[in-house]
C-alpha cells in the first residue's frame, strides 16, 4: 500500500479530527418538532460523514503521482498561484450558493452552484454538466423531501413536485 504524503495525511488527519468533533457536537443540537423525521442534526450529519470518507481517500492520494491527481501539468508544484484560485473560486462559489437557496430554491441553486463546481473541476461538455447537476440536485432533493421528510428551501421549481 502506498504511504500518503505527508500534507495530504496531516491534512486528513485534522479534518477527520474536526468531523469527529463536529459530529460528536451534533448531539446537542435540540429536536423541538417532535415529528418521526430524522430532526434538525440529521444533514449536517449527512455531510460531516460524506466529508469523512473524502478525508480518509486523502490518505491514499500521494503528491507526487500525477496520474493519480489528474494533472501531469502540475506535477512539479510549480503553480501555486492556480491552486489558491481553485480554492478562492469554490468557496466565493459556496458563499454565493448559501447567499441565492433561500431565493432560488434548493434545486436550482443547487444545479447552478452544482455546474460551477463540475465546470471547476474540468469538466467541459456542457451536456455532461447540465445533466449532472440537474440530476444532482432533484435526486437530493426526492431523498430529502419525500424519503426523510426534511423540507428543503422552496422556490419556482419545488412547487412543481
Known sequence: MKRPS????????????FVIAAYISSFNVLD??????????????V??????ICALGMY??????????G??????????????KMVLAVFSAIAIYI???GLLGYIVATAAFTAVVV????????LYIALYSIIFSVVIYFIFNQYLGIVLPEGLVEGLF
Do not use: Q
Request: proline share 10%.
Open 6 to 17: 505527508l500534507g495530504n495525511a496531516i491534512a486528513a488527519t485534522l479534518i477527520l479530527v
Open 32 to 45: 423541538t418538532s417532535g415529528s418521526s423525521d430524522p430532526g434538525p442534526a440529521a444533514y449536517p450529519r
Open 47 to 52: 455531510i460531516l460523514a460524506v466529508i469523512g
Open 60 to 69: 491514499f492520494i500521494r503528491d507526487d503521482d500525477p496520474d493519480e491527481l
Open 71 to 84: 494533472n501531469a501539468d502540475d506535477a512539479d508544484g510549480e503553480d501555486p498561484p492556480r491552486s489558491i
Open 99 to 101: 447567499g441565492v437557496i
Open 119 to 126: 465546470v471547476l473541476a474540468g469538466e467541459r461538455k456542457p
